[in-house]
């Protein structure tokens, strides 16, 4: 029978919708960039945007700039719609970040029922850091805890990102849960942890029962 | 007798208040840090930072990672005390960037009077005309018109900036005022412009009483 004395989550499509952010920040991206003069048809903009996030990372930082490059735009015009787009990305970006439904009062339950959480997550580290805190979840975790593969010079599936997340907690791994929406989170079962798999527009509220399920070893 | 064509305004601490902003922005940002768990003292890190940004200019895009370097943090506390400060600072700015009072009437006026209306202005071009498009002023502007450095391949006070701006408006010197707070700004004259200061607190309405003193000849 388990004794399940640490759960950790991943952030991105977990704690929040960030396939639905990313979609709706680019899509109103286009359109204030086609508002600002871009004389372009929203879906084909939208379309040769994602090729260009996929070819060049979601990290770069130009991508409008390059999307921009693709059409033929009178140079007075270029730093207008570059700013109208990454403007517009941003306003989205801020009022979409927010928890799923659940997710402070899951989270909440965990603490209160004598859980310790933390956090393994996939990028950089301030990045990462601004997710949790605009998500307004950063007091449930301790700093010490929150595992980002920057620092951890290791990334999900590896499994040395989950065994440096263990010895952080001082926790062996069947007392710990990984909870994600990947198989890289997934990965965590290879050191001996226990996984949970959350599952588009499934109730964050289920993790509640399926942390007790594992606890009581079924 | 001046019959006036044109006027160019400058942007910050011209259309909005950019000195309060950043001070604003800034001494929160200071505050927001120390809840994440800087341990310093709030008007002191305020005073560092301040040195910082004048020491590495304000485009250094690492303010606050230098910030954190300067006091004795822990590595585990580092990313989240630099989000926190990237994030408020950020929030701030986005909150405090509207058109000082009066302006867009001004500006509204203006256009209705038969004026041209255009901007010159040192800085990056996607930064300035992220200004332009969050203060809803974007419409009384062409791009054409929108004179910013970067573009221009010359700063205000140099003169190459202002007939650069004439040569685009097709507009001759006396026929033209420059609106701005600095004495970069009234540079302007020594092309032939007429030229408009700005002083902090006092009224934007002012500036449709000195076009009209301009256009009257006295």
Known sequence: MARI???FFDIDNTLFDSQR???EARKNAVRAMIKAGLKAKPNEAFEKLMSIVKRYTSNYPEHFDRLVA???VEKE???KIIAAG???YHNTKFRLLVPLEGVKETLRKLKRRGYSLGIITNGRAVKQWDKIIRLSVSEFFEPSTVIISEDAKAEKPQE???TYALWKAKCPPHEAIMVGD???DMAAKHVGMHVIMVRRGQSFSEILKQVERIEKGR
Chains 1, 2 share one sequence.
């Open 182 to 184: 990947k198989e890289e």
């Open 160 to 162: 040395s990102i989950f």
């Open 70 to 72: 693709e059409y033929d």
């Open 86 to 88: 990454q403007g517009e």
């Open 5 to 7: 004395k640490w759960v």
């Open 21 to 23: 952010l990313a979609a």
């Open 77 to 79: 015009l270029r730093a």
